[in-house]
């Protein structure tokens, strides 16, 4: 008999077990949206505007008439070369334009008397044509001295030299005493304009060809031109930056292309040269799905899939679903799905642990109030079923 009741005990307590509910999953509703792709890219910046400040006529510097590191206006003298030759060219040009310009009075007057003497034949014609050429010779030779007489006091100007542009100008190339020449190699000065500034960035040519496919294809769309910085020092440039153009032709060394963004600078934070990292979403994806990070598994290969609430059973119940994904950046605190969820589909973001394909489900919404940490009560503690709570029964 008291076997008999040992054994009735036995099959309730596993009646008991087999009741147990199905636990409650939190899920959230799948829906595309358009998700920016990023794009970082290393870069360096580039002054706006670059000018070597050359002479363009020979001659010994006599003075520098500018501060070192300081800010110039274009035409503003910055070296006096020796004029002294140069203002007795002017001198000794206008001189030849007087002396022309009285010969052609002469010629010009002499013609004119003889204009009427031939053509009453009191004179040769021949005599009148001759006077009138040469007439036209001695205007002919005015205009070629007025002429070099321009060039003069062009080759005076030059002696002073001007900043070819507006910005900082570098240091002196040259000193006081040296010989410039128009000729020369080395510039005797460089001026920057660093307000605006470039920043000239570096793309794999085949990224770049990749995206242009995507986005003659319809998976993609334009991305904003809009840049922002990071300094080489981690911090972020306060000013934003707006994409110019893309080259089209390869660095054969390198495999890259270069694009070039241009940045205000007002207050000078940009130096030419600097190293920084330029940050833009370069196209947006249109039918990417944004998925809680902690809604994405990985199994042991590296490959993603999410878990999802199934269609009802027979019986009326919701079971787990496993389905793989595609899933290769992150964007904020979400993953970028790119394949593998279509709009409606239920993910479940809450009760994961352990949670099974197939296994039996109450889905409720991410945001209802729940609890999918605890076994729910009225189980046998100690058992493998989904949820249990470990410190239960004994």
């Not at 510097?61 to 020796?82: C, K, W």
């Not at 002469?106 to 009148?128: F, G, M, N, S, T």
Request: aromatic share 4%; with cysteine; proline share 7%.
């Amino acid at each position: 008999m008291g076997a008999v009741l040992l054994a009735g005990c036995g099959k309730s307590e596993d009646e008991g077990k087999g009741q147990r509910p199905p636990p409650k999953v939190g899920f959230i509703v799948a829906a595309p949206s358009a998700v920016p792709q990023p794009v970082t890219l290393g870069g360096r910046t580039v002054a706006f505007e670059t000018s070597e400040v050359r002479p363009q006529v020979a001659g010994v510097i006599q003075r520098r008439l500018f501060t070192e590191g300081s800010y110039v206006r274009a035409g503003e003298p910055l070296f006096q070369i020796d004029p002294s030759l140069y203002r007795a060219s002017v001198n000794q040009a206008q001189a030849n334009v007087a002396s022309a310009r009285a010969s052609a009075d002469a010629a010009v007057v002499r013609a004119q008397r003889l204009k009427p003497l031939a053509e009453i034949q009191a004179v040769a014609a021949q005599d009148y044509t001759d006077a009138a050429a040469q007439a036209r010779v001695a205007r002919a030779t005015v205009a070629q001295n007025a002429a070099a007489l321009e060039t003069a006091r062009v080759n005076l100007r030059f002696t002073t030299v001007p900043a070819p542009i507006s910005g900082r100008i570098g240091r002196s190339l040259v000193t006081v005493g040296g010989l410039a020449s128009n000729s020369q190699e080395t510039p005797l000065a460089i001026i920057q304009r660093t307000d605006p500034m470039f920043v000239d960035m570096q793309q794999s040519a085949a990224d770049l060809s990749t995206l242009r496919r995507k986005l003659r294809s319809g998976g993609l769309d334009a991305g904003s031109t809009q840049v922002t910085l990071k300094l080489d020092d981690g911090s972020d440039y306060p000013q934003t930056g707006t994409v110019q153009f893309s080259e089209v032709t390869v660095n054969q060394e390198t495999g890259t292309v270069t694009l070039r963004a241009r940045f205000p600078n007002p207050q000078g934070t940009l130096l030419p040269g600097t190293f920084v990292n330029a940050v833009f979403n370069q196209a947006i994806e249109t039918n990417a799905f944004l998925v809680p990070q902690q809604a994405v598994l990985h199994d042991f290969d590296g490959s993603a899939y999410v878990m999802l609430v199934g269609p009802k059973d027979k019986a009326g119940g919701n079971k787990a679903a496993r389905r793989k994904v595609v899933a290769t950046r992150t964007y904020g605190a979400s993953w970028v799905v790119t394949s593998g969820l279509a709009r409606g589909d239920r993910i479940i973001l809450q009760g994961l642990n352990g949670l099974k394909h197939g296994a039996p489900i109450v889905p409720v919404p991410a945001n209802a109030p729940q609890d999918t940490t605890k076994a729910p009560r009225g189980g046998a503690g100690g058992g493998s079923g989904q949820g249990a709570n470990p410190k239960q029964g004994s």
